[in-house]
């Protein structure tokens, strides 16, 4: 059982250049959900999924798109990225009330 | 919309000392609390929760009251260990349907020897 896990670990990427993010979680959950966390600024929620084949935009969705073709994976795209989103991006799922957290990819944009 | 406040760290204590960190909130409803703890390198996990007022949710020695009266969720613990530094998230779920958390933005915890 892995819980939440998250490809890859770390990324460099040029600006414009394109990167997907990829969530996976063997916990049958129904909600899954991306973050990003900056210094000062907590966790803010991108995107979010209700199920397999829903998707919404949550606090700060510019410049970023997510799919979930299936129940247990959710992927976050850059189309063209910029260097403020630079950043750690955290993927987390729940059934109940607890979110369970991936381990995080480390993006910097250059 | 919600929003969760919580006191600016970092915060350092000799090992053995009294925590505390405090955590207020806004929301409509009835909103479920949380701390998360994540320590370097890791994401987050949940350290405890409260889903009506007047609950105390308790965890490795940490504890925290819901407070509606005062929309306070502080969370303490009595002696604290270096294996306690990590930093802690202060968080809400609202009463809604599909489980969204707002999340404070945390506090630091150093605990020297």
């Known amino acids: 059982n892995a819980g939440v896990t998250q490809t890859p670990k770390f990324r460099v990427l040029k600006t414009g250049q394109s990167m997907t993010l990829l969530c996976a979680q063997d916990?049958?959950?129904?909600?899954m959900y991306w973050y990003r966390q900056d210094p000062g600024m907590g966790l803010r929620l991108i995107h979010y999924?209700?199920?397999?084949?829903?998707?919404a935009k949550g606090e700060v969705p510019d410049g970023y798109n997510v799919s979930r073709l299936k129940k247990q994976n959710f992927l976050l795209g850059l189309e063209s990225a910029a260097p403020s989103q630079t950043s750690v991006y955290f993927c987390?799922?729940?059934?109940?009330?607890?979110?369970?957290f991936g381990p995080g990819t480390r993006l910097t944009v250059t | 919309g919600d929003s969760v406040t919580q006191m600016e760290g970092p915060v350092t204590l000799s090992e053995e000392a009294f925590l505390t960190i405090n955590c207020t909130y806004t929301?409509?409803?009835?909103?479920?609390l949380f701390w998360y703890v994540q320590y370097p390198g890791e994401g987050l996990q949940l350290l405890l929760k409260?889903?009506?007022?007047?609950d105390k949710g308790s965890n490795k020695g940490f504890e925290a009251t819901y407070r509606k009266e005062t929309t306070s969720f502080h969370l303490e613990k009595g002696s604290v260990q270096v294996s306690d530094s990590a930093v802690y998230f202060c968080?809400?779920?609202?009463?809604?349907?599909?489980?969204?958390?707002?999340f404070g933005t945390g506090t630091k915890l150093q605990v020297i020897p």
């Open positions: 999924s209700v199920g397999e084949g829903t998707t």
């Open positions: 929301a409509t409803g009835y909103p479920s």
């Open positions: 968080a809400l779920r609202d009463s809604g349907g599909y489980q969204k958390v707002t």
């Open positions: 916990m049958n959950h129904e909600y």
């Open positions: 987390a799922s729940s059934f109940s009330y607890e979110q369970y």
């Open positions: 409260a889903t009506k007022a007047d």
